[in-house]
Structure formats: structure tokens, C-alpha cells
């Protein structure tokens, strides 16, 4: 291998993309267990598409645009990487090859846009999904991870390499990118059938805890592998992406006991999720101090942010904006407070002597990600809607979606069904003389039964 | 004769199975069952949004006996599966016509 390679470092990243390859099955039971039973396997699969389109067009032309030498005032990547072509087994992205940083990057731009399905929850035609998820990461994500993660000496990115916008791990191209992306995106498609009139509970909070923990866990080589190397700053994002995690859900939890009388599971699953992206773009530049500060706030504003979809009346089904937006927000703005300037940067928050300058560069970020996303992902749905149609039919959508987008059922509960049907069809048949009182109540039970389920 | 019966909390049901043994009843009825009295079910809050759940997991069960016995069973069983909470449940008696035993075909008495 080339000099400057390290077999550490490579190890280590290629370790973290598995890390993070396994954050989008989690975020699928995460959302999958939110939504109720009848369309569980749909918001399952909106994930998975994620996996299959990001990661076919990430080898065509993805890596390029984020990528490939900048194209022009650091707003996008040219297109010499297309099909990953000449790209050679020792090239390297620092000590890394350039294969481990592209795979571990393509993790990255997977979730991404995973995160806004969950918006959209039960009501989104699958294929128009998939077309969203293709032409969104082209034209939002791909551009914007170039101006956010791409580096090259000043001549980069323009929010991060050339302005110095401070995100280590994503808070803005992944989190505020993908929370304003849903935001639009719930607009566009309208309310869910019933919103704020039917129970919309959650189906199996076990499912949400199995998935907020793959989360948490997936979320150390998110945070620690943008280190792009095992080192101190690495070993740093490990200790402040737990405990900015664990500060949250605490947060979380508090919060939720003072408001509504209860700590939840949802909550302490939520709180986590909230840590997590607060501390994504701060973790390589402040302190485990300066992250348990940054997740308590994370964990009681998003806790406080999620029932702004019912005072302004738009439904974002599972909290995309209350939790990613509004998480990574917090995030990238508090890097302008709290950065150390000795963990991986070398730029000071208000609190370390900076002054206002990095909060003002952060909050450029967050802004224009912000906009870009938003609109962007408004005309691109809008467009989507026109043509193939975004959303489902009210009837397909009262069902279940599962049953028409995916002929398939989450759950089998046909030993009920088949006792209760036939106990409908042929009620007097089918039991004796003595016992038909009770033959009768169960069909009466039945038909009240079908009744509430339609 | 007389059919009794009772809705009751879930986790009643061995007390009062084992009351209504030592009572002298050779079989009953049991059902799972769902509903609500005056307490109208509980709340549950998921992220700050509260639903009311109105139904709640209930027992139902039923017991033909004589109608000399009713009272005393009616008695018997109250006092077992009672807890002094909300959501105790309800018991009512309804008069019967005929009771068969299917095996045998007997009528009547001869039938519980």
C-alpha cells in the first residue's frame, strides 16, 4: 500500500460503515413500531428501498457529485468518479482507501433519506417513494453532503471546507436535511385519515426500543468513523455521542413527567434518538461536559417540539421534524457555545473565549440547508404528485397499506378471523341447540367487532 | 333455573373459580371479554398526545344453577372477585327455560 496507509484507520472505518449500514434497519423498526399494525410492513420497506436506490446510484454517479474534484465554487462535485471509475485499490482518502470512505459515506446518504419516510407514515405510494427517494438524493443530498463533507484544502465544500461550518458527523446534511425534507414532504401529501381524531398509537413500543437501540449502537461508527480514522478525536465522539445520548433521554423523560404526568418508553426511546442527532455535528469539537448540556437540551426542546404538528395542523406521523430537524438545529447551532477548540477543531464557541463568530457561520449553515432542503423537496414532491400521484387512495389507506402496496400483512391474526367469520357465516350450524346464546353473542361481538375495524 | 353472569377483573378469576368450586358448581363458563363501566377505560400518552382507551380486558363468566341458589351464589361470587377498586365489574341473573345435557339428553336440574 501507498504511504501514509494505515491498516488501523481503514479497519476502523470500514467497521464504522457496517456501524452505520445497520442504523437503517434500526430507524425501520424504530418508524415500524410507531405506526399502527396494519401498515407496519410499509414503513419496514420504505427503508429498505432506501438501501436498494441509494446504494445502485451511489456506485453510477453519487460518489462523484459529493465526492469528485469540485465542480465549481464548492457547490458540487464533477463528474470523474462516475461509476466509480478510476478509482484504484491504493488510492486513499487521507490514510484511508478511497473505496472505505466511499462505502462509509454511502451509509450516510442510505439513511438520509429513509428518515423523512417517517413523515409520511401510512399514506405514501411505494413506487412514488422510491422515485422520491431516487431524484431527492440526487439534487438535496448529494449536493449538500459536497458542500458539508467535502474537503480538499480550501478549495471544498463551500458551507464546510471554505466557510467553516462546523458538522463532524451530519447534523445538518443528514439531520436539519432530512427534518426539513419531511416537513415539506407531510405538506405536500396532507394529513393522514383521522389525524388528531383517531387513536394513531403506536402498534409495539417494543419494536421502537429494539430499533432506537440498533440506533444508538449503529450511531458510534456515525459519529466516531467520521473521525475517519481510531484515534483520540474518534475515541472523543464515542465518550460524547453516549453521554449527550443518555443526557437527552433523561431530558427527555423529565420533561415528559412535568407535562404529562408519565415517564414513557416512547419518550426515553425518543429522548435517545433526539441525543443522538443533537450530538452528530458536535461531537468532534466539544467536551463530554459540553455534550451532556447539549443533549439535556436536546432531550426537553425536541420533547417540547414534537406537538407543535398538532398546534399548527400538519402531519409529520412520527416526529421528523420535532426530532431531526429541530434536534440537529440545536446541535450545529450549540457547536457555536460550547466547541473546545482542542478536541478536532481548532474554531471556539462563545463559551471557550470564540466570541459570536462560529455561531454566526453555524447558523449560515443551518439556514441554507434548511431553505435548499425545503424547497427543493417541496417542488420535487409537488412534481411527484402531479404526475404518478403521491398518495394513496383513502380507502387503501383506512384499510392498511400493507395489504395493497405490498400484498402482504405484518401480523396473522387469521385464528381469530377464521373463528369470528365462522362463527358469522353459520352461526346456527355450526353450534349445537344448548350452546346457541353464546354462538350468537359471538357473532353479535363479531359483527360489533367489524364494525369498529371498518 | 337461572343463568348468572359475571364481568370481572382478569386476575379475579381463580378466586372466584375456586369460590364457586367450594360453593358446590360443577362447571361454568369462562370468556374473555372487553368494555367499560362509569370509570370509561384509562389513558395512555405517546409523546404527549393522550388517548383515552375505553375498552378494557375483562373475564365473562356464566353458571346455570337452581333458583334457590342464585342468591347465594350471586353472594359468593361477588364477594371473591371483589377488590374495592374501580372497575370491578358487574353480576346479573337472567331466568332460564330449559338446560339440556347434550351426552345424556337429561332436562332440567337433572341437566346442571
Redesign the interface.
Known sequence: MPDGFSAGDTAFVLISAALVMVMTPGLAFFYGGMVRAKSTLNMLAMSFLSLGIVSVLWVLYGYSLSFGPDAGAGLIGNLDFLGMRGIGLNDLTGSIPVTAFSAFQLMFAIITPALISGAIADRAKFAAWGLFVALWVTIVYFPVAHWVFFVDGGNGGWLGDRNGVIDFAGGTAVHINAGVAGLALCLVLGKRVGFKKDPMRPHSLPLVMLGSGLLWFGWFGFNAGSALAANGVAAMAVVNTQVATAAALVGWLIFEKLKHGAFTTLGAASGAVAGLVAITPACGSVSPLGAVAIGLIAGAVCAAAVSLKYRFGFDDSLDVVGVHAVGGAIGSLLIGLFATGGVGQTAKGLFYGGGLDQLGKQAMGVAVVAVYSFVLSWLLAKAIDKTVGFRVAEDVEVAGIDQAEHAESAYDFSAVGAGLARALLAPAASAPATAEPVATRTAEKAAEKTEVDA | MKLITAVIKPYRLDEVKAALQSFGVHGL?V?EASGYGRQRGHT??????????DLVPKIRI?VLVEDDDADELINVLVKAARTGKIGDGKVWSIPVDT??R?RTGERGPDAL
Do not use: L
Open positions: 363458563t370468556t395512555e400518552v405517546y409523546r404527549g398526545a393522550e388517548y383515552t382507551v356464566e338446560a339440556v347434550v
